[in-house]
């Protein structure tokens, strides 16, 4: 079973058409060489996307790490002081631990 397409219409420069034509051919069309490349930038931003969301997940570890230990050494309570969760403020200072 294909996959359903849409028709869309885009702009692209004289370079960009005399580069797609140049590698279509038979049984590869300019469609499928910007589909297949549409397919890849969009497996990059997603790679990238899982990449951020596991650095903040590795923040958010440390700042737990870190308020555990705070609590430790105030017999199980927070100080007054302590900043509500400013991660990119503390995660430098984490770092260099």
């Known amino acids: 079973m294909t996959e359903k397409l849409y028709r ?15 590698f279509s051919g038979p049984g590869t ?6 589909r297949q490349s549409i397919e ?8 990238n996307e899982l990449g951020e969301r596991a650095f903040e997940a590795a ?8 308020m555990m230990k705070k609590m430790e050494e105030n017999g199980g309570l927070l100080p007054n002081d302590v900043p509500e969760c400013n ?8 770092q260099a631990k």
């Open 8 to 22: 869309i219409s885009i702009q692209i420069t004289q370079d960009q058409y005399s580069k797609l034509k140049y």
């Open 29 to 34: 069309s300019i469609s499928a060489l910007i």
């Open 40 to 47: 890849q930038e969009l497996k990059k931003l997603e790679d």
């Open 59 to 66: 923040k958010e570890e440390e700042w737990e790490k870190h």
């Open 87 to 94: 991660l990119d403020q503390l995660w430098p200072k984490l």
